[in-house]
């Protein structure tokens, strides 16, 4: 597992090393690939090493975890808990929600990394992540924590006094819309839909932002129409201080998950997480 990390396979001299290339070179045979690349001073992992370690890591981290339940049996939970989520569901809505958790389990550690763009979780410091959309990674596990959740045009009240209700989506190319930019593109195209009936909108506006957040305050400012995750928005839909357009039509889908590597990961911390995550969304978006 260390020798990746470093340049050598050995740290306890030549014996330790010759013991320790031996093994590689018995694993690789074994498995029929090469797990390092080698040469004179330094070696790497290949692509087949790198998924054949990580692999390994969730093996081991399945021992773990199963030594830590039986000790923990009757206890309380503890452990690191580290989480990646969307900047704007994190700061506004998460965090207080991560201080209840922990009032709940104080021997809970987290680690909350916050970002639009979505975490590698084999790559990047984290253990779980929540996301908005589709789960397109199948080498990922999605747990449904909002699965039928779509996203909502909405304005302030100040907006649409100015400038008028959208009362159908064609409307809406009439109106300064908020964008947001995702990897350098920006969302032109909203979509909706009422039964069968799907229905395109190109849309255009003064604003533009790759931060959610961004967005969420352009459109609480009065700046324009927002077309928003439902869960970003709730809390200022029930505060008055957003408006929901288009009742009678569904936004595009973004299903709600907490993303795990691998099921083996699924901890008894991520499974309490994961139900009072579900619990909080719940209560939220209702009425």
């Given amino acids: ?42 070696m790497r992992l290949t692509e087949e090493g790198r998924r054949y370690l990580e692999s390994v890591r969730v093996a081991l981290e399945a021992l773990s975890e199963g030594e830590q339940a039986i000790r923990q ?50 790559r990047d410091t984290v253990d779980i992540a929540l996301r908005f959309g589709v789960p397109r990674d199948s080498s990922l596990v999605a747990l449904p924590v909002v699965p039928d959740h779509h996203r ?9 006094a100015r400038h008028g209700t959208p009362l159908a989506p064609a409307d809406l190319a009439q109106h300064n819309t908020l964008r947001y930019m995702r990897q350098g593109r920006a969302n032109n195209t909203w979509y909706f839909r009422q039964g069968t009936v799907l229905q395109e909108v190109e849309v255009s506006g003064d604003y533009l932002s790759d931060d959610g957040e961004i967005v969420r305050r352009w459109a609480l400012a009065g700046h324009g129409i927002a077309y928003k995750a439902n869960l970003d928005i709730a809390q200022d839909i029930k505060a008055g201080r957003l408006v929901p357009l288009l009742p009678d039509w569904q936004g595009e889908p973004t299903p ?9 990961q699924v901890s008894e911390r991520v499974k309490v997480l994961h139900r009072f995550l579900q619990q909080r969304c719940q209560t939220l978006l209702s009425p």
Wanted: net charge positive; glycine share 8%; hydrophobic share 40%.
């Fill in 152 to 160: 909502i045009p909405c304005a302030s009240p100040a907006y649409l």
């Fill in 256 to 264: 709600f998950n907490l993303m795990c590597p691998h099921r083996l």
């Fill in 1 to 42: 597992m260390r020798a990746p990390r470093g340049r050598s396979l050995g740290h306890g001299g030549a014996d330790t090393t010759a013991a320790a290339s031996i093994a590689l070179k018995r694993l690789e045979t074994r498995l029929g690939i090469r797990l390092l690349a080698r040469s004179t001073r330094s």
């Fill in 73 to 122: 049996q009757g206890q309380s939970l503890s452990g690191l808990l580290q989480l990646a989520a969307p900047s704007d569901f994190g700061r506004n809505v998460l965090l207080g929600w991560l201080d209840e958790f922990k009032l709940e389990h104080p021997n809970i550690r987290l680690q909350l990394l916050l970002n639009d763009s979505n975490a590698d979780l084999f």
